[in-house]
């Protein structure tokens, strides 16, 4: 099971290394398929995953001031509250409606990817109760369904927020630092007071294989074509929502 939390985690690395979005994604059916966690628990664990490797991934855009930390309280503290009601939520539905709607989001993300033209956004203006909302929503799927939403922050932060591309990346994982922190808090409150029990050396094997996985994602997105990685890697995710729609939806 050890084995599998690397391998799992490096390649969830790897291809938040390479995009900058999208690999969160993949870390509850690694979590599910690979280490055999049950789906709620995969889902709150993979919010603390997520979480943390955001962070690590911040430092460098800190250090090197792509950060819009007016943004970040704008989009994160609405999201923050969005997230906690999402994971409220997805305590009280059955895992498999928030599969089916882990499913949809993983082909939107897929088609996203595929279509991926963020370095053509042009700078919107800002709308505050837009971007309110939009961290809201956001906040929302990321506590029900344990992801990041990366792919659905950086345009929002673009196109409503103002912002220019370089650093709405860089925004965005700090905003969902804070959001999926957030959900696991409420996930862990009501998970272990139902005696359920989380496996910590699996959540930290699978933060430090991110964390290596990202680094080696960052050089190899300098040395291989991205477009065609990143078509595959759309590919991959449509495959992976069919695994997970087979083998635990239907």
């Known amino acids: 099971m050890i084995i599998q939390a690397v391998i799992g985690a490096v390649l969830i690395g790897i291809s938040l290394g390479i995009f900058g979005s999208g690999g969160s994604i993949l870390t509850v059916p690694v979590l599910m398929y690979l280490v055999e966690m049950p789906v709620t628990m995969a889902i709150a664990s993979s919010l603390l995953i997520v979480a943390c490797i955001s962070v690590f991934g911040s430092i460098p855009n800190i250090i090197h001031k792509q950060v819009s930390w ?8 609405p999201g923050m509250a969005g997230t906690y009601a999402g994971a409220w939520l997805g305590t009280l539905v059955s895992s498999v409606i928030q599969l089916a709607v882990f499913v949809l989001l993983m082909l939107v993300a897929a088609v996203m990817m595929w279509r991926d033209n963020r370095s053509k956004l042009g ?9 309110v909302l939009d961290g809201i929503i ?5 506590g029900f369904v344990g992801v990041g939403g990366g ?3 950086v345009p929002a932060l673009v196109l409503l927020g103002g912002v220019a591309i370089s650093l709405a990346v860089g925004t965005s994982l700090l905003i969902i630092a804070m959001k999926s922190f957030v959900g696991f808090a409420k996930y862990y409150a009501v998970l272990t007071a139902q005696q ?6 699996v959540i930290a094997i699978m933060v430090a294989g991110g964390v290596i996985g990202s680094l080696l994602g960052q050089w190899l997105g300098q040395k291989l074509p991205k477009e065609k990685l990143q078509k595959a890697f759309a590919v991959f995710l449509a ?4 695994v997970v729609l087979t083998q635990s939806v239907l």
């Open 123 to 131: 700078q919107g203006q800002l709308h505050k109760p837009k971007v």
């Open 239 to 242: 495959v992976m929502a069919s």
């Open 70 to 77: 007016p943004h970040v309280l704008l989009f994160g503290v």
């Open 196 to 201: 359920f029990t989380f496996d910590w050396m």
């Open 138 to 142: 956001v906040g929302i799927i990321t």
């Open 151 to 153: 792919f659905l922050i």
